[in-house]
C-alpha cells in the first residue's frame, strides 16, 4: 500500500455535490467543480462526505457520483469517499462494498455509524471490527468524526484500536481543539494514521504541531488559498500567519447555511450552473448573506496571493 499516494500530506476538500434547479444531480458541473479543485492546487478530494449532503443521496447516487468524480480527475489528485449511512451493518456493509467496486483510493468509515450516542466505546469497536473484517482486506480505510447525526469524536481508546489496523490511513479530525489534536497526533505519530484538520482557525498551529494537513469545507471556497497556505507552512515562510488569519476571518462563514452559501458562490465563480441545495430545497439565502458572500468574493480577488 503506498500511503503516500493513497492520502498525500496536504490540503483536501470536503466535495459538494452540484445539482440542477430540480434537484437532479449535474454531472456537467460537476466536472467543472472537480477541474476547479485541481486547478486550485488542492492534494485530494474527499467525496460522499456531508458536504455532499451524502445523507440526501440515493445509493445509486452515490456511486454514480463517485464514479463521475474519479473519471473527472483521471489520477491526476486522490478520492477518498464514504457513502455507509444506514443503520443496519449489513446494509453499511453492501453500501460500502459498493463504494470499494469503484476503485476509489480510500474508504472513509462515518465514527457515529458504529455505535448509538448512548453506547460505550466497546460496543463501538465490536461493530467496527465486524464491518472491518468484512471488507476487502486490500482496501485502504480511513475515519470521519462526521457531525450528523450526531457527533461523535473519537477517545484514546478509539484511537488505539484503529492504528492496531495498518489499513486506516486518513483521519479528518473535527475535534476543533488544537490541544486534542496535539495529543491526537502524539498518540498516531508511529502509525499509518494520518491526522487531516478540518478546523481553519487551528490549521496552521496543527500541522505546526505534526498534523498531515487539512480536509475541510472552506477549501469549496478558495482552494487556491489553502493550496498557498500549505506552501508557506512547508518552507517556513513568515507570511504563513497572515495568511492563516485571513482564512480564518474568511471561515466564520462556514457554519452560515452551508453547503447552500458555498454554491451560490461557486455559481457566481462561474463553476457552477445551479446553486440548488438538496438540505435546504432551495436556492435562497438572507440578503445579509448574500452581502457576505458578494464582499468575499471581491476581498479574495484583491489579494496578492
Known sequence: MDINRISPDGM????ITPFTDEGHVDYDSLKNLVEWYIEGGLDGIFAI???SEIFFLTPEEKIEILKATIKA???RIPIVASGHTSDNPQKQLDELKAVADTGVDDIVLIANRFAAVDENDAVWAKNLDWLVDNLDSSVALGMYE?????HRLLSANNIRHIIENDRFVYFKDTCCSINKIRERIELIKSSNFKLYNANTLT???SMRAGAHGYSGIMANFHPHLYSRLYSLIKSNDTRVDELQSILGILSAMDEAMYPLTAK??????????SAFSRRFGSTSIPESYSRLLEQQKIFVDSLSW
Open 12 to 15: 483536501w476538500v470536503t466535495m
Open 203 to 205: 490549521v496552521t498551529a
Open 73 to 75: 480527475a483521471d489520477g
Open 49 to 51: 462526505c456531508q458536504s
Open 146 to 150: 462526521c457531525p450528523y447525526p450526531y
Open 264 to 273: 451560490i458562490y461557486l455559481k457566481d465563480r462561474g463553476v457552477l450552473k
